[in-house]
Antibody, heavy 123, light 108 residues
Framework: QVQLQESGPGLVKPSGTLSLTCAVS?????????WSWVRQPPGKGLEWIGE???????NYNPSLKSRVTISVDKSKNQFSLKLSSVTAADTAVYYC????????????????WGQGTLVTVSS | SYELTQPPSVSVSPGQTARITCSGD??????AYWYQQKPGQAPVLVIY???ERPSGIPERFSGSSSGTTVTLTISGVQAEDEADYYC???????????FGGGTKLTVL
């Protein structure tokens, strides 16, 4: 069973860049699945940030696309998120997840999730 | 941008049936998925492909689809089912993921 663990700073200054890494264990990041980031502001709902395939192909939420970069490091079996120009509105629990994507079969759903990590944007 | 619409809250007594709806224009073209989230925990998939149940999910959880609306049904609700429930799908192209706003299920 795949396990995912997020890591990174819990506090980021406004206008700075949020950087998180998700370590994948129990499976290869070069498998057939994609890898994704989802966030949840305190007391609010889930928001998809984007996803990446091990080849480097990405899809991003159009509302965040200008500020988001997701990358993969196959040698370390991990993937990462960078979100630039952050504001207090980016304060959230950030989850990494394993996502099943098969467009021809209309499959696009989250399989395994990390425990989540709270990132606060504050000076 | 594409949106999925859920009721903010649903309340039922133990043993009754809870129904949570999710509406979106692209639902006839894309499968819907349902996640259960309890406080302080990551979401858990309870229904996939509109009506399929993952292994380990109790039989009281079921899903259905009709046109632009999908429904999560929990039969014989138990206290442990109190949680937030999110529907999730993709836009009509299948490229972008979208979540509904979430429904808080309260077991009275």
């Amino acid at each position: 069973q795949v396990q995912l663990q997020e890591s990174g700073p819990g506090l980021v200054k406004p206008s700075g860049t949020l950087s998180l890494t998700c370590a994948v264990s129990g499976g290869s990041i070069s498998s057939s699945n994609w890898w994704s980031w989802v966030r949840q502001p305190p007391g609010k709902g889930l928001e998809w940030i984007g996803e990446i395939y091990h080849s480097g192909s990405t899809n991003y939420n159009p509302s965040l696309k200008s500020r988001v970069t997701i990358s993969v490091d196959k040698s370390k079996n991990q993937f990462s998120l960078k979100l630039s120009s952050v504001t207090a509105a980016d304060t959230a629990v950030y989850y990494c997840a394993d996502i099943v994507v098969v467009p021809a079969a209309m499959l696009h759903y989250f399989d395994y999730w990390g425990q989540g990590t709270l990132v606060t944007v504050s000076s | 941008s594409y949106e999925l619409t859920q009721p903010p809250s649903v309340s039922v007594s133990p043993g009754q049936t809870a129904r949570i709806t999710c509406s979106g224009d692209a639902l006839p073209k894309q499968y819907a998925y349902w996640y259960q989230q309890k406080p302080g925990q990551a979401p858990v998939l309870v229904i996939y492909k509109d009506s399929e149940r993952p292994s380990g999910i109790p039989e009281r959880f079921s899903g259905s689809s009709s046109g632009t609306t999908v429904t999560l049904t929990i039969s014989g609700v138990q206290a442990e089912d109190e949680a937030d429930y999110y529907c999730q799908s993709a836009d009509s192209s299948g490229t972008f993921v979208v979540f509904g706003g979430g429904t808080k299920l309260t077991v009275l």
